[in-house]
């Protein structure tokens, strides 16, 4: 049996590793990326000699603060770190095609078809991102994307240091069963904060209690959610990384250091969402009939709205001004916001009908295909629509 190789990169504190990138005198200080704690905000993220302390993300800057009276607070610098999450991600892209970004800071690949060891390619990896980029990024290697993810989690937990982990973890193909298994129940995808209770409740305790549960009663007692957890906690995983033909949908997410209510700001940063989701489209020859807008508020209760058309599009002006549509279907003026993100799915290979095009349409179509080689020969920077200049990082 053939065994994938699977590697799940996670940036190590990644907004506090910018800030201190931004400012050396951060390094080992006690401080935390987020909101004022006079607008109720919350901690981003936070140094590691914060972590020691107590400190953890979510938590309200007004509590970190009762409980670490000389915790500095950082701001944060979003557009820096967009940069920077670009830059690791042209690093990963280059090692294989198969990258499938799943946040600002993560990201799997598949390096299956690579001779090397997985902890070879892992530490390679590692050492060229912190490198080319001075960031520091923890590892997990496994046979799926499940168990590799998990792999990551339980290496950085396991650090109590003041720096960053910069671990590296790997799950032999075929023990997947065997490292889950005496794992925390709360380590399983598919159980969340809430439902972490219920289950110890119930007596599971561990992944391995789950696993050894018969179908029967599993699925008594939390129905038909019972075969895919069970899947799951024997560390069996067959999602593909990075082909996004096989995939539902294609989307690119934002996390703000600090929640905004800009309307400028919203809306540009919507903009360039669109595009980027609009070009990785174009370059896997896809286009989709649904536009996705995600929405996240402070108190992370996350939201979405959608709309769908009758014919398939890959164009960056259709996204945005769908999302923008859906957007103030539920945001209005001063309402704060933590995340956005635009995803378009019901996705369809891409065939030009000219029939159905106006001469608007195929004039942005060639515009757009003039843009995406000029990316593609000279690099994505090279070339930007006009109202793009004003958004470059300093």
Request: glycine content about 6%; aromatic content about 6%; some cysteine.
């Amino acid at each position: 049996m053939r065994y994938r190789k699977i590697l799940h990169i996670d940036l190590d504190a990644f907004f506090c590793s910018v800030e201190e990138l931004l400012n050396p005198d951060l390094k080992g200080v006690v401080f935390a990326v987020g909101g004022s704690p006079d607008s109720r905000g919350v901690v981003s993220t936070c140094s590691y000699a914060a972590r020691k302390l107590g400190i953890h993300s979510a938590m309200p800057m007004k509590t970190a603060l009762l409980k670490v009276p000389g915790l500095k607070i950082v701001y944060g610098h979003y557009k820096k770190y967009q940069f920077y999450s670009e830059q690791v991600m042209e690093i990963l892209c280059d090692t294989t095609p198969l990258v499938e970004q799943i946040s600002i800071d993560e990201a799997f690949l598949d390096v299956t078809d690579m001779p090397q060891k997985g902890a070879a390619i892992a530490a390679a990896l590692q050492k060229r991102i912190r490198d080319e980029t001075a960031l520091p990024c923890s590892i997990g290697i496994a046979s799926n994307k499940l168990v590799a993810k998990i792999a990551t989690n339980i290496a950085k937990s396991s650090y109590h240091g003041d720096q960053t982990p910069r671990a590296i973890l790997e799950v032999p193909a075929g023990k997947e069963a065997e490292f889950l298994a005496p794992l925390p129940i709360k380590e399983l995808w598919g159980i969340g904060k809430k439902g972490v209770p219920q289950f110890i409740k119930m007596g599971y305790t561990t992944i391995g209690d789950l696993a050894k549960t018969p179908d029967g009663i599993l699925e008594k007692q939390i129905g038909q959610f019972a075969s895919t957890l069970k899947k799951r906690a024997a560390g069996m995983d067959d999602r593909p990384v990075g082909n996004e033909e096989d995939i539902k949908s294609i989307s690119n997410e934002t996390t703000f250091g600090k929640d905004i209510d800009d309307e400028v700001e919203i809306e540009r940063t919507l903009r360039q969402l669109s595009e980027k989701v609009a070009y990785r489209l174009r370059q896997q020859g896809l286009s989709g009939k649904t536009i996705r807008l995600k929405i996240r508020w402070p108190d992370f209760e996350t939201h979405t709205r959608q709309l769908s058309f009758p014919q398939p599009t890959n164009h960056d002006t259709v996204i945005y001004q769908s999302i923008l549509r859906l957007l103030h279907e539920i945001w209005k003026p001063g309402m704060k916001v933590r995340l956005l993100g635009v995803a378009v799915a019901t996705l369809t290979t891409t065939l030009q009908q000219l029939s159905i095009l106006d001469t608007r349409y195929q004039k942005e179509d060639q515009l757009l295909q003039a843009m995406d080689d000029i990316k593609k020969r000279f690099g994505k920077k090279m070339i930007k629509r006009g109202w793009d200049v004003q958004d470059d990082p300093e």
